[in-house]
């Protein structure tokens, strides 16, 4: 059995978990103690390691066939020290891992203006956020070349679950654009990134860049109200553009001022990828059935 180490052990991690120590015998990169007991339960093997203390980091060399990187970057820069950190421990050792799947982000691709673009669309990432993660596929890619790993990206839009939904936000009021004013937005559920993840680790192939998308983009505010109507709150007011930007904060409205359709048909072809919830419809309708069993 192959020995599969997580980086990045998150929601999607353990929603793909179940699945994962069907296959592989599963190591768990933790920085906190407090988890261990979780993952051992769960049934994978805890591994002390911080991707902020590149001293941990010296006990993976050597320890993984395949690496399931989840990992997000700091929260300063443009480049993501802790992927460079990650490369630079599983370097040491003659022994490197045959693939290495990375979850990354739409948002390299900047703003699209609301084409639709598939993965030969070319990255220009407007947030440094964005130029990180950018920075960490770069790095990665370029670690595949150099040793022969099969290293593939997928590269994730908004991500929602029951647990994932902008409940609070529009208790709170917040607004959102008006509709001619709107962007185009891209949502992948949860347990979908999850099943892409382990289909990546099998059939991706070598440098390889992935959509990891459902089948329909939304208006940014029209995935609001389905929010809102589905569970009973009050829809978000939309404001003109200027407005909105006076009241939002930069965080909030760097998602608003990006726009792009994501094609995901590499994922169905070459992933052979059977999306749970092709629309965000559907998505908010299983986290409502699952909120209120």
């Given at each position: 059995?192959?020995?599969?180490?997580?980086?990045?052990?998150?929601?999607?991690?353990?929603?793909?978990?179940?699945?994962?120590t069907?296959?592989?015998?599963?190591?768990?990169?933790?920085?906190d103690?407090?988890?261990?007991?979780?993952?051992r339960a769960?049934?994978?093997?805890?591994?002390?390691?911080?991707?902020?203390?590149?001293?941990s980091l010296?006990r993976?060399?050597?320890l993984?066939?395949?690496?399931?990187?989840?990992?997000?970057?700091?929260?300063?820069?443009?480049?993501?020290?802790?992927?460079?950190?990650?490369i630079s421990?599983?370097?040491h050792?003659?022994?490197?891992p045959?693939?290495?799947?990375?979850i990354?982000?739409s948002?390299?691709y900047?703003d699209?203006?609301?084409?639709?673009?598939d993965?030969?669309?070319?990255?220009?990432p407007?947030?440094?956020?964005?130029?990180?993660r950018?920075?960490?596929?770069?790095?990665?890619?370029?670690?595949?070349r150099?040793?022969?790993?099969?290293?593939?990206?997928?590269?994730?839009?908004?991500i929602?679950?029951?647990?994932?939904?902008?409940l609070?936000?529009?208790?709170a009021?917040?607004?959102?654009l008006?509709?001619e004013?709107?962007?185009f937005t891209?949502?992948?559920?949860a347990?979908?990134?999850?099943?892409?993840?382990?289909?990546?680790?099998?059939?991706a192939?070598?440098g390889?860049?992935?959509?990891?998308c459902?089948?329909?983009?939304?208006?940014?505010?029209d995935?609001?109200d389905?929010?809102?109507?589905?569970?009973g709150?009050?829809?978000?007011?939309?404001?003109?553009?200027?407005?909105?930007?006076?009241?939002l904060?930069?965080?909030?409205?760097?998602f608003?001022s990006?726009?792009?359709?994501?094609?995901?048909r590499?994922?169905?072809?070459?992933?052979q990828?059977r999306?749970?919830?092709?629309?965000?419809e559907?998505?908010?309708?299983?986290a409502?059935?699952e909120?209120?069993?």
């Open positions: 059995m192959q020995n599969l180490l997580i980086v990045g052990c998150g929601d999607v991690a353990r929603r793909a978990l179940p699945t994962l069907s296959r592989y015998r599963v190591l768990a990169l933790l920085r103690p407090a988890k261990c007991a979780l993952w769960a049934g994978a093997i805890p591994v002390p390691g911080d991707l902020d203390a590149p001293r010296a993976i060399a050597g993984a066939d395949l690496v399931l990187h989840l990992a997000p970057p700091g929260d300063s820069g443009v480049i993501d020290l802790r992927t460079r950190r990650l421990a599983l370097s050792s003659r022994s490197l045959r693939r290495l799947v990375y990354s982000t948002g390299v900047g699209c203006a609301g084409a639709l673009i993965e030969t669309r070319e990255a220009r407007q947030t440094p956020r964005a130029c990180r950018l920075d960490a596929e770069q790095q990665l890619r370029a670690f595949g150099r040793h022969q790993v099969n290293v593939s990206i997928l590269r994730a839009p908004g929602y679950a029951a647990d994932r939904l902008p609070e936000r529009l208790r009021g917040m607004p959102v008006l509709a004013d709107d962007v891209n949502h992948i559920h347990d979908d990134l999850a099943a892409m993840a382990v289909a990546a680790l099998r059939r192939l070598p390889r860049v992935y959509n990891a459902d089948d329909a983009p939304t208006k940014m505010a995935y609001f389905i929010v809102a109507d589905r569970f709150v009050p829809r978000a007011p939309r404001l003109a553009r200027d407005e909105a930007r006076q009241r904060s930069p965080a909030s409205w760097s608003m990006e726009s792009r359709r994501l094609v995901n590499r994922i169905k072809k070459e992933l990828i999306l749970r919830h092709p629309r965000v559907d998505g908010v309708l299983a409502w059935h909120r209120n069993p």
